[in-house]
T-cell receptor, first 114, second 112 residues
C-alpha cells in the first residue's frame, strides 16, 4: 500500500510569512508524529497525535508552531511568522498503534526561510 | 534535546566488507529502531527490536538489543554500493513511550 506522503516537498518562505505543511499517513494508522531535522542532525520530536487528539506537543519550539489532525487522518503543521531558524526538514511519521512501536516516515518537507 | 551517541560518525569501506556500528545511551531504552536515510528522503525503517538481548536479521542486516538496555548494534555483511547513506538508531525510553529519540547518525560510504 501507499506510504506516508507529505506536501509540498520544498517550500521557500520569506521571513514573517506563514506556512502550512501537509501529511497523509498510512491508511489505518492511528498515531501520527511530526519531527524536525536540522542539517546534519537526527530528527527531533515535535508533536504526536493519536487519532484526532494531540497527546504530546512538548517538542514544539514556540507558540508559532501549531499542528492539527481534525478528522484523525491528514495532519497539517502550521508555522506562523517564520524565522530563519525554522529552516529545516519537517518529517511526518505514522504508526499502526500508539506507544513504543515502529514508525514509518514520509519523504519530508524542506523549508527554507529567507 | 536528548540524543543517542552513535559511532563511528562516518565509515569509508570497500564493497564486500562487513560493517559494524553502535548506539549508546546513559538511559535505559525499551525499544530500538534502526533507520537508513538517503539524501533528500525520509528515514526508512530497517529493523525493530523490542527485548533486551534480542538479535534480529533483515537480509544482510543484523541488529542486537544490548543486554544492559543502554545500547544497540547494527551489522551489515558483504556491503554493496546501495548501502551508502546515513544510518540512525532511535529508541523509546520507559518514560517517553511516544517520543522517538534519534541518534547522531553514522554516514556510510562504500567504494567499488
Amino acid at each position: 500500500g501507499a506510504g506516508v506522503s507529505q506536501s509540498p516537498r520544498y517550500k521557500v518562505a520569506k521571513r514573517g510569512q506563514d506556512v502550512a505543511l501537509r501529511c497523509d499517513p498510512i491508511s489505518g494508522h492511528v498515531s501520527l508524529f511530526w519531527y524536525q531535522q536540522a542539517l546534519g542532525q537526527g530528527p527531533e520530536f515535535l508533536t504526536y497525535f493519536q487519532n484526532e487528539a494531540q497527546l504530546d506537543k512538548s517538542g514544539l519550539p514556540s507558540d508559532r508552531f501549531f499542528a492539527e489532525r481534525p478528522e484523525g487522518s491528514v495532519s497539517t503543521l502550521k508555522i506562523q511568522r517564520t524565522q530563519q531558524e525554522d529552516s529545516a526538514v519537517y518529517l511526518c511519521a505514522s504508526s499502526l498503534v500508539g506507544g513504543p512501536y515502529e514508525q514509518y516516515f514520509g519523504p519530508g518537507t524542506r523549508l527554507t526561510v529567507t | 534535546g536528548q540524543q543517542l551517541n552513535q559511532s563511528p560518525q562516518s565509515m569509508f569501506i570497500q564493497e564486500g566488507e562487513d560493517v559494524s556500528m553502535n548506539c549508546t545511551s546513559s538511559s535505559i531504552f525499551n525499544t530500538w529502531l534502526w533507520y537508513k536515510q538517503d539524501p533528500g528522503e525520509g528515514p526508512v525503517l530497517l529493523i525493530a527490536l523490542y527485548k533486551a538481548g534480542e538479535l534480529t536479521s533483515n537480509g544482510r542486516l543484523t541488529a542486537q538489543f544490548g543486554i544492559t538496555r543502554k545500547d544497540s548494534f547494527l551489522n551489515i555483511s558483504a556491503s554493496i554500493p546501495s548501502d551508502v547513506g546515513i544510518y540512525f538508531c532511535a529508541g523509546f525510553t520507559p518514560i517517553n513511550t511516544d517520543k522517538l529519540i534519534f541518534g547522531t547518525g553514522t554516514r556510510l560510504q562504500v567504494f567499488p
